[in-house]
C-alpha cells in the first residue's frame, strides 16, 4: 500500500542554519503531497502542499518541490529560527481514496537552539 | 472563525472502561476524521464521517466506533479499553471537494489525550 518514509531525528540545528527534512513517499496513483508541523501541546497544522509534480509548495519560509521521478518532497528553509522547534510530519493523499485519509510519516522532531 | 473544537483535553481511563470523545469541526465543514497518534505508530487513521455516514475506516478492532451528527459534529467510542489505547486522538475536519483534486486539506484539532491505567 501506499506509505511515507521520512528522515528520523531528533535534528538539532543553530538558529540561522539550513534545514532540509527528506521525506521520500510509495504511492500506486498520483497523491497530493504535504508537510503538516506540530507544536508542542498543540494538533497538527498545515505547512504547505502540493498537487501534481513539480509544484513547489512554501509557506512561511518553508518550501518543499513533488519530485515525481524521485518520489520525495523534501522540506526546505534557508535559515531556521527557534520559533520552528516542533514536529514535521509529511504525508499523502491518495487522489483515488478517501479525501480524510492522509498517510502520515514518522515526524521529525526539530530542535533548534539560540 | 472557530477552529476543530475536541473535547476532553485530558482523560484517565482504567482498563476495561469505554471511552467518549468529542469533535466540533469549523462551520461549514462536512467531513470529520479522527487519528490515533502514538510514539510507537506514529499517526494512524481510524475512520472518516461524511454526512453522517462512515466512509472509510482504517485498521482498527472494533473497538472502536464513531459516529457524525446531523450537525458534523463527530465523537468517537472506545470500548473495553486496554492499556495500549493510550494515545492522542485527533479530530480533523475539511471541506469535502471533488474527490479527483486531491488536494483535501485538514484541519486538526487540538486532541484529546487518553491516558489508560
Known amino acids: 500500500g501506499d506509505s511515507v518514509t521520512q528522515m528520523e531525528g531528533p535534528v538539532t540545528l543553530s538558529e540561522e542554519a539550513f534545514l532540509t527534512i527528506n521525506c521520500t513517499y510509495t504511492a500506486t496513483g498520483y497523491p497530493s503531497l504535504f508537510w503538516y508541523v506540530q507544536y508542542p501541546g498543540e494538533g497538527l497544522q498545515l505547512l504547505l502542499k502540493a498537487t501534481k509534480a513539480d509544484d513547489k509548495g512554501s509557506n512561511k519560509g518553508f518550501e518543499a518541490t513533488y519530485r515525481k521521478e524521485t518520489t520525495s518532497f523534501h522540506l526546505e528553509k534557508g535559515s531556521v529560527q527557534v520559533s520552528d522547534s516542533a514536529v514535521y510530519f509529511c504525508?499523502?493523499?491518495?487522489?483515488?481514496?478517501?479525501?480524510?485519509?492522509?498517510?502520515f510519516g514518522k515526524g521529525t522532531k526539530l530542535s533548534v537552539k539560540p | 472563525k472557530a477552529g476543530v473544537t475536541q473535547t476532553p483535553r485530558y482523560l484517565i481511563k482504567t482498563r476495561g472502561q469505554q471511552v467518549t470523545l468529542s469533535c466540533s469541526p469549523i462551520s461549514g465543514h462536512r467531513s470529520v476524521s479522527w487519528y490515533q497518534q502514538t510514539p510507537g505508530q506514529g499517526l494512524q487513521f481510524l475512520f472518516e464521517y461524511f454526512s453522517e455516514t462512515q466512509r472509510n475506516k482504517g485498521n482498527f478492532p472494533g473497538r472502536f466506533s464513531g459516529r457524525q451528527f446531523s450537525n458534523s459534529r463527530s465523537e468517537m467510542n472506545v470500548s473495553t479499553l486496554e492499556l495500549g489505547d493510550s494515545a492522542l486522538y485527533l479530530c480533523a475536519s475539511s471541506l469535502v471537494g471533488q474527490r479527483s483534486s486531491g488536494a483535501n486539506v485538514l484541519t486538526f484539532g487540538a486532541g484529546s489525550r487518553l491516558t489508560v491505567l
Open positions: 504525508a499523502l493523499s491518495d487522489r483515488g481514496g478517501s479525501q480524510g485519509n492522509l498517510i
